[in-house]
């Protein structure tokens, strides 16, 4: 067998964009300025660990130093480093509610499912405070209230339901006339106890508590296969392998084949600006409206310069126009605040549940002692750390008082399954369409400089990336997951599936799942480098 050296080189995962610290060119506020953590160890490869962690964001450190701190062996694999994805994206808002409100919860499932959830909304709040305290996080943690706006009579009745079923769900709200907004608007509620915080400082505390507390962290570790043998998993990245009791996927949906999540779970992009204002209005609370598309405000103070956060704008993955979304949001921030400046715009992506609750638990049509979680809509901060709780249980206790609620393989209301069939009638219907769509260049001229399109181009179907240099990358453009024919996100710099979510960088490395696999190079006759 290979030394761990030799094999730990053989696991090295890196992406070409532009932008190395996340799944994305554009860099988020919470990169500013922040140093990445140093604190690898190298894993025994003999040796079989209790769990092995798949994933480096939020849900993955949490449920990590919980187990690690419980006494089980863990190990945790990142396919590029911590908070590259999501959690280096988020908003990083943390509240007593979720985007699937306690009304709704009502309806799809009951009263007492409402009142469970917003139970683990809390304790996950208080985790993550808990976290703080307890290892004396510098992650900028502040508590602040909550408000909810509506503009409209329409929008009024909305609020007045999320209003309602808030207090029903036991979770403290109060009418009030008083917003921190200058939007005129006809309806408000109040919710103390929501907080902000630094995602990536808090990140970082918790991966330097995981490896002091003897848990072993590779980073640049791609878990590309997972096979069970004697009641134990073996993991593989590359030529090494990982052997462990119990795995986690931590990865915001469930990587490899595909799995019944793949189709309960629709992902979105969401859209975040940091603006600097030539002003003071800056919002000291954490402030939501109710139209559609929605919007959210919030300040944050980075190295000594208060910005305000913005965001909103959402869309399907590969369905929008990501720089028509960013142009959407700022020019709405502008209406209402004096915008000196924006310092800082990007995008995150996360997946919305067909019944509105995320999947937590065992992973369903998995080996026995597999765990997945994913569903968080909107809320990856307070239900990643809620399902690190969840899972934890599952693997220490054997049960947790969610486990039925959260189950990956519960049966699904009629409300959940109408969406279902909603969300998946377009799956089936891109997988279709953009086949017969595509475009037809008579000349790669005719793609910008660092851009991107899908065309067919001599009878074959290509997507195409022309860089800065004018230099031609060209991709096989369907997705290795489902098959489906990826889109050009032309913020981002990547390619996106429409279906699933999977992304790709322009040289087709796998960005983020389900996908495992990089799109298929094409090599094209060199004269067409100089089209």
Known sequence: MENDQTQRENIQYNSTLPNENRDGQNESLWQAGLSKVDNQAIASFDQIYDVLIVGGGITGMTSALLLQKAGKKCVLAE?????????????????????????????AFSAESARLFARAINEAVTQIHANVESYNIDCDFEWKDGYVYAEDDKQAKELDGLYQSTLRAGVKASETISVPTPVT??????????????????????????????????????????????GIHIASSGHATIKAEYIIYATHIPPGGINVLHFENAPYRSYVI????????????????????????RTHVVDGKKYLVAGGHDHKTGHGDAEQAFNDLINYVKRYYKVESVDYKWSAQYFVPADGLPYIGKLPGGSEKIYAATGYNGNGMILGTASARVISDLILKNESVYEDLFDPARIKPIAGFTELVKENADVAYRFIADRFSLDQLDSLQ??????GKVIEYKNEKLAVYKDSNGQIHALNPVCTHAMCVVAWNNSEISWDCPCHGARFDPEGNVLTGPARKNLEKVNLH??????
């Open 79 to 107: 396919a590029h480093h911590m908070g590259f994805g999501t959690t280096g994206g988020t908003s990083a808002h943390i509240n007593t509610f979720a985007d699937t409100t306690f009304a709704e919860v009502e309806k």
């Open 185 to 230: 608007y006809k309806k408000a509620v109040l919710l103390p106890g929501q907080a902000q915080f630094h995602p990536l400082k808090y990140l970082s505390a918790l991966q330097k508590e995981f490896v002091e507390a003897g848990g072993v962290m590779l980073e640049g570790t791609l878990i590309d296969n997972v096979e069970s043998e004697s």
């Open 526 to 531: 060199a004269d067409m480098s100089k089209a």
């Open 446 to 451: 005719e793609i910008p400089e660092n851009s």
């Open 274 to 297: 940091a603006a600097r204002l030539s002003d003071e209005s800056y919002p000291d609370a954490l402030v939501y409206d109710m139209q559609e598309p929605y919007h959210y405000f």
